[in-house]
């Protein structure tokens, strides 16, 4: 059974930067399709960036291209997402997840097709 822990959220300032972490256990990350994705009060869950299992592609979301940054170092089973240039609108609960590559896919980043979920980490974004 995968599991999947986040941290790194916290509170800032538009403008400001955070980086969010997922460790993943009970599978490799080296195997799995991994994403972020966010959930704000009222909104169905979106997909903000994704990584292919060997972390040599990735996708984002047109509202994050070019603030934010997906990434996985496999050896430390580990996620990462970092966020610079936040934004109000970046406020949301963050989430990771993890799926086989025959079930889902880093481009489409549609979250009823990955298994494995976080148990999510705030972020709050002032202006």
């Known amino acids: 059974q995968v599991q999947l822990v986040e941290s790194g959220g916290g509170s800032v300032q538009a403008g400001g930067s955070l980086r969010l972490s997922c460790v993943a256990s009970g599978y490799a990350s080296s195997n799995l399709v991994l994403g972020w994705f966010r959930q704000a009060p009222g909104k169905e869950r979106e997909g903000v960036a994704g990584?292919?299992?060997?972390?040599?592609?990735?996708n984002y979301a047109d509202s994050v291209k070019g603030r934010f940054t997906i990434s996985k170092d496999n050896a430390k089973n580990t996620l990462f997402l970092l966020m610079n240039n936040l934004k109000p609108e970046d406020t949301a609960m963050y989430y990771c997840?993890?799926?086989?590559?025959?079930?889902?896919?880093?481009?489409?980043?549609?979250?009823?097709?990955?298994?494995?979920w976080g148990q999510g980490t705030q972020v709050t974004v002032s202006s």
């Open positions: 990584i292919n299992v060997n972390g040599g592609s990735t």
């Open positions: 997840a993890a799926t086989n590559p025959w079930r889902g896919s880093y481009r489409s980043l549609n979250p009823k097709t990955f298994t494995y």
